[in-house]
């Protein structure tokens, strides 16, 4: 999960945004180095990132 600044409406505060909807509006923001600096040779890459990623937080 990301804390993110909602600005967009009447209400401004933290919200918090799961990454299956962020990264994919940001692109590799928030992932670890060794994820984020490889070189992306598919269109929908940033699904594999954030499956890693995931597998990633659970062994942690």
């Given at each position: 999960?990301?804390?993110?600044?909602?600005?967009d409406?009447?209400?401004?505060?933290?919200?918090m945004?799961?990454?299956?909807?962020?990264?994919?509006?940001?692109?590799?923001?928030?992932?670890?180095?060794?994820?984020?600096?490889?070189?992306a040779?598919y269109e929908?890459s940033?699904?594999i990132?954030?499956?890693?990623?995931e597998?990633?937080?659970?062994?942690?």
């Open positions: 999960m990301f804390i993110c600044q909602d600005s409406d009447e209400y401004d505060r933290p919200i945004m799961p990454e299956s909807f962020l990264i994919p509006a940001i692109h590799h923001a928030g992932l670890p180095d060794e994820i984020a600096s490889r070189d040779q929908d940033w699904k990132y954030v499956d890693e990623y597998e990633q937080k659970k062994g942690a």
